[in-house]
């Protein structure tokens, strides 16, 4: 697939990747949690980042780190759609609304929202129903082995990698069963969700092998702990690390890089991108 068709008749390239950018409204989410808490914050930093680079913001408005408690629906709903209203007034750029509760699908699309990105997969109640009425509303199904309160408690697979496609093919089916079209689906393996150290570093080695189905596939692997436990380093300190894991990726066929650090991750694209194709003299 080389576009992805979004509302409003515009098309995502998916020739080159594509940098989503971080903007999570939320007071404990482990990267960023607390720095974009208000509306007015949130918006200046989804502006800072398409200044950087990012062809798509993914606002979000629970944690799904490790442990997260779960966030009530009109909370969540108060906290991103603002955000969403707002970038949309100011910008065309894509807007993806990172979430799991239909009715904060239904809200955000209505809000201006382009995408749906979910990290349990269009599983929860009315989810699926969501995506299949909006028609030209891409979705990202994300693995995820259990729920963040436990999913890092003791993940096992016998096969990582075939068990992950095979959820994606279940998955998909479900998809098409409900009406939901193949070419709207973006597939996730789900970094660190449900994962040991060894499992990461195995699906970013093999992160190839998600092609099979054909469909765009995203990377989000930014400042996650799989840097931190390698590296024994912090949060703020896996900036090198995470550039590293999004050209790894971008090599292996990821045509979406989900990232907190969109300059960064931008140049780091550009030169491999120039060494690929060529230059352009200014």
């Given at each position: 697939m ?26 404990d ?14 918006f200046?930093?989804a ?16 944690s ?31 807007i993806s ?19 749906i990105n ?5 599983q ?6 969501v ?11 994300m ?18 990698i ?52 054909g469909?765009?596939l995203?990377a989000?692997l ?21 550039l ?39």
């Amino acid at each position: 697939m080389t576009q992805l068709s979004l509302p409003r008749n515009r098309t995502l390239d998916l020739t080159k990747p594509i940098i989503m950018g971080i903007v999570n409204v939320t007071p404990d989410s482990f990267s960023d949690g607390g720095n974009y808490n208000s509306a007015e914050d949130a918006f200046k930093q989804a502006m800072r980042l398409i200044e950087e680079g990012a062809e798509i913001l993914d606002i979000g408005g629970e944690s799904t780190r490790p442990g997260a408690p779960d966030v009530a629906l009109q909370e969540e709903l108060q906290r991103v759609i603002p955000v969403i209203k707002r970038i949309r007034e100011a910008s065309d750029c894509v807007i993806s609304i990172d979430t799991s509760k239909a009715a904060v699908m239904e809200a955000a699309i209505e809000a201006g929202a382009d995408i749906i990105n979910d990290v349990r997969a269009l599983q929860e109640p009315g989810a699926l129903e969501v995506a299949a009425k909006h028609s030209d509303v891409p979705v990202c199904l994300m693995h995820m082995q259990g729920q963040p309160r436990t999913m890092q408690a003791n993940p096992t697979y016998e096969n990582l990698i075939s068990e992950i496609n095979q959820f994606f093919e279940e998955r998909v089916l479900t998809c098409s069963k409900a009406g939901i079209n193949q070419n709207r689906i973006i597939l996730d393996p789900g970094f660190g969700f449900g994962k040991t150290l060894n499992h990461n570093f195995e699906i970013l080695d093999k992160f190839k092998e998600f092609s099979t189905l054909g469909l765009p596939l995203l990377a989000g692997l930014s400042r996650k702990s799989m840097f931190g436990q390698l590296l024994n380093r912090e949060t703020h300190e896996r900036v090198a690390a995470s550039l590293a894991g999004a050209l790894l990726c971008a090599q292996k066929g990821a045509h979406i890089i989900r990232v907190h650090d969109v300059k960064e991750t931008a140049d780091v694209i550009g030169v491999w991108q120039a060494a690929r194709n060529g230059v352009t003299p200014l």
